[in-house]
C-alpha cells in the first residue's frame, strides 16, 4: 500500500512540472459570527450527486462524485445505496490510472452500514472487496473476491463504514465548540474518527457560490492510540443539507507532500427525491 502511495506522489511532482492548466483555485474564507448551524436533515435526497476535484500544489489530479444512486431492498432493509467513484485525471491516468468505486448500503432509518464493497484499480494493483455486517452477532465479514479470503472482525452495535461515516455526520446536530465521535470499520480494524466543530466562516466557493459554512477538524484512535500520519480539516455548509465544500489532508509520512486538497465542483440532483 506504501509503495503505490509513494508512486503516485513521485507521479503527481512529475504532473505538477509538466501540468499546462490553470491551478485550482483555493476557497475564500472569512470569519462569521453569523447563523447558527441549522439542524441537518435526518434523510437524504435520491439522485444527489456531489463532484469534487482533486488538487495538489494547485494541480488538479481528479475528481471524486459521490451519488445516492438509490433507495433499495438490501438483506431485508430499506437502504440508500451510496456510490463514490474516485479517477485520476486524463494526464495523471496516462502516468498512473486511478479508478476506485466504492459503495455504502446505508439503512434508511438506523443511518448504520449493512454492507460496504470497494472495487479499487490503482496501477496494476486491483481489489474487489465485499464486506458484510452482522449486527446480531456483532461481525463484520471481509470478502476478498480476488483471492477468495475471507476475514473477520467484531464491530460494535452503531459501526460505520468510510462512506456511510461521512453521510452519517452530516445528520448529526452541532454547534460551534462541539466534538462529535463515530466508530469508522475499515480493513478489518475499528477506528474512532473525532471530530472538533471550530468556528463559522463565511466561505466563498468558485463557480458554486458563498456559503455560511464551519470548520471541522478529524482525528484518528485506533487501540487508543493517536493515528499521526497525516492531519485534516474540512468546511460544511451551516444549512440542513450540510454540504462538504472543500476538504484539506496534509500528509505527515512525507513531508515534502504538503497538502492535497478536494473542492467542491458541481451540485446535481439526477431524479426526484
Not at 464493497?117 to 494493483?125: M, N, Q, S, V
Not at 460494535?156 to 452541532?174: G, L
Not at 451551516?238 to 473542492?263: F, H
Request: one cysteine or more; a positive charge; hydrophobic letters at 40%.
Amino acid at each position: 500500500m506504501k509503495k503505490r502511495i509513494f508512486v503516485l506522489l513521485l507521479l503527481l511532482l512529475f504532473a505538477a512540472g509538466c501540468a499546462r492548466t490553470a491551478k485550482i483555485r483555493r476557497l475564500a474564507v472569512r470569519d462569521s459570527a453569523g447563523e447558527e448551524i441549522a439542524k441537518p436533515s435526518a434523510r437524504f435526497t435520491v439522485g444527489e450527486r456531489f463532484t469534487y476535484v482533486a488538487a495538489w500544489k494547485g494541480i488538479h489530479v481528479g475528481r471524486v462524485t459521490a451519488t445516492i444512486e438509490d433507495l433499495i431492498r438490501f438483506k431485508g432493509y430499506e437502504v440508500y445505496k451510496i456510490v463514490v467513484v474516485a479517477k485520476t485525471s486524463d494526464f495523471l491516468s496516462k502516468l498512473f490510472k486511478v479508478e476506485d468505486t466504492f459503495i455504502s448500503y446505508m439503512d434508511k432509518d438506523k443511518l448504520i452500514s449493512r454492507g460496504f464493497e470497494a472495487t479499487i484499480r490503482e496501477g496494476r494493483y486491483k481489489k474487489d472487496l465485499v464486506v458484510d455486517y452482522d449486527f446480531e452477532k456483532c461481525v463484520a465479514t471481509f470478502k476478498n473476491l480476488r483471492d477468495g479470503t475471507v476475514k473477520t472482525c467484531p464491530i460494535e452495535e452503531n459501526v460505520q463504514d468510510p462512506i456511510s461515516a461521512a453521510y452519517f455526520f452530516r445528520t448529526i446536530p452541532v454547534k460551534v465548540g462541539d466534538r462529535i465521535k463515530l466508530t469508522v470499520n475499515l480493513n478489518e480494524k475499528n477506528y474512532e474518527v473525532f471530530g472538533n466543530i471550530e468556528k463559522s466562516s463565511i466561505t466563498t466557493v468558485p463557480a458554486i457560490g458563498t456559503f455560511n459554512a464551519f470548520l471541522v477538524r478529524p482525528y484518528i484512535k485506533l487501540k487508543g492510540k493517536l493515528e499521526r500520519r497525516g492531519k485534516a480539516w474540512g468546511y460544511f455548509s451551516q444549512d440542513e443539507k450540510r454540504i462538504g465544500l472543500y476538504m484539506v489532508v496534509k500528509v505527515l509520512e512525507i513531508p515534502w507532500i504538503g497538502e492535497i486538497t478536494a473542492t467542491l465542483e458541481r451540485v446535481e440532483y439526477l431524479q426526484a427525491s
